[in-house]
């Protein structure tokens, strides 16, 4: 059983990588190597948190580890949910999922983009919080490629756990997906592939699912799918629609 399991996710890594082999990686204008995290990211913090609106490079997006999206500041919140954006394999090929967080948190929304294998730690911080009712409604899930095939399993981590998902909206997973209870709308912008990655529901579930095949836009590719500008603007309209403004709290003078 162990075996068999090393050997599925061995074939879901080399798999990405065969997507990716197609993309030239000489065109890549962020360089992989030879940063140092310390000296980039100790300007992002405040406090003992990391202001993601103060990122400036994508090296330092790269760096940032699960406890820092977990500590993350929510100074510039004004508006409620939280967005949880995840990157596929070796980030520098799901920038759109970047350009989409920076572009909701200048909105004043609570969005992360992050790697997808950090996926767990923060849905425990999670599931945490929905037990003192700390969560800030609606949760919403995007995911690329790797990103994307995680994405299902997160939202149905949560919602098994009783923690209501208003959106997932994933970008060409590289595998199939199944949805469960408490999730209310899953949209897949994909690219047919022969083993299959489409998204479909559970026997618990009981939302909308929705497989959006693009192959017929032969601009739209593995590599570019999630920075494709009317898909990015429908996402960042959708979660603006499920999104409140928060009340300004208003103190009162005693008069003393």
């Known amino acids: ?41 100790q300007s992002l913090a405040t406090g003992d948190k990391i202001d993601l609106t103060e990122i400036q490079t994508s090296n330092q997006t790269d760096e940032l580890d699960a406890i ?10 004004t508006r409620s949910g939280e967005i949880y954006m995840m990157r596929g394999l070796a980030n520098v090929f799901s920038r759109g999922i970047d350009e989409m967080a920076e572009a909701l948190r200048e909105r004043g929304i ?3 983009n992050f790697s997808y294998i950090q996926w767990p730690e923060i849905a425990d911080d999670i599931v945490r919080r929905s037990q003192t009712k700390k969560l800030s409604y609606p949760i919403i899930i995007v995911g690329h490629s790797l990103g994307a095939n995680e994405s299902s399993k997160f939202a149905n981590y949560l919602g098994e756990r009783g923690i209501k998902v208003a959106r997932v909206v994933t970008f060409d997973p590289v595998e199939n997906g199944t949805v469960g209870k408490n ?6 912008y994909y690219l047919p592939k022969s083993e299959g990655n489409q998204i479909v529901a559970g026997e618990d579930f009981t939302g909308e699912v929705e497989n ?3 192959s017929n836009n032969e601009d739209i590719t593995h590599t570019n799918i ?13 979660v603006l629609e499920l999104s409140t403004k928060k009340r300004k709290r208003v103190l009162v003078s005693s008069g003393r």
Do not use: Y
């Open 1 to 41: 059983m162990q075996k068999n399991i090393l050997k599925f996710e061995k074939s879901k890594i080399i798999k990405s990588f065969l997507l990716l082999a197609t993309v030239s990686i000489s065109a890549c204008a962020v360089p992989l190597s030879g940063f140092n995290n310390t000296t980039e990211t």
């Open 68 to 77: 820092d999206i977990i500590n993350r500041s929510k100074r510039h919140v």
């Open 110 to 112: 609570d969005a992360s």
């Open 183 to 188: 999730i209310a709308k899953v949209t897949n």
């Open 212 to 214: 959006i095949d693009v």
């Open 226 to 238: 999630e920075k494709n500008e009317a898909f990015q603007k429908k996402i960042i309209s959708n």
